[in-house]
């Protein structure tokens, strides 16, 4: 198991028994609904790698031009990374 997966499980199990002890969610398998839960978050996960990988290929695309300039890599990152996940809808 990933170190993704792994914290996709911890998260998963504190979300579900926050949600049953709580009252906010009317869980008859806390098991399955972890396993769901858990399912969402991984997924969200590898969503975000993507978005980091594909940020990082523009950069390395422009990697001159940027290396000419006086910009700094993680602002520029995260500036890539933003305008991306929000062209693609996705939250960060």
Known sequence: MGRRDELAGR???????????R???DVRDEGRAREVVQRILA???????KLDA?????????????????SDYKRLFALVKAKLAKERGFTL
């Open 11 to 21: 998260m998963a199990e504190a979300v579900v028994k926050r949600l049953v002890g």
């Open 23 to 25: 009252k906010l969610a």
């Open 54 to 70: 594909d940020a990082r290929s523009l950069l390395m695309d422009n990697a001159k031009l940027i290396r000419d300039s006086a």
């Open 43 to 49: 997924e969200n996960f590898q969503a975000e790698d």
